[in-house]
């Protein structure tokens, strides 16, 4: 049974950063696709950054430069570096996790930024 539990969520200051951790237990992240999505109350949760089976980044134009996925395989993480933040990046983040014939998800983490 595949568990993801993100963590590293908090208040910052605009212009800060930080740095979001998600653990997964019961699937290996290598050779799966994986990313990091964000949501706000009444709003569609979002893509924020994923990365492919092959290992190809991608990430939505609003954080594109400001924030970078990547994972370590020897300790099964994915992460997600923050920097530069700012208040409309306020949001629970959510790890997602693509196996081979089921999507993973998180508990989420909240991220509040303030100006």
């Known amino acids: 049974q595949a568990q993801l539990r993100e963590s590293g969520g908090g208040l910052v200051q605009a212009g800060g950063s930080l740095r979001l951790s998600c653990a997964a237990s019961?699937?290996?992240?290598?050779?799966?696709?994986m990313g990091w999505y964000r949501q706000t109350p009444g709003n569609q949760r979002e893509m924020v950054a994923t990365m492919t089976r092959s290992g190809t980044t991608n990430y939505a134009d609003t954080v594109e430069g400001r924030f970078t996925i990547s994972r370590d395989d020897a300790k099964n993480m994915v992460y997600l570096q923050m920097n530069n933040l700012k208040a409309e990046d306020t949001a629970v983040y959510y790890c997602n996790v693509v196996g081979r014939y089921s999507a993973y998800w998180g508990q989420g983490t909240q991220v509040t930024v303030s100006s």
């Open positions: 019961g699937v290996v992240l290598s050779g799966n696709a």
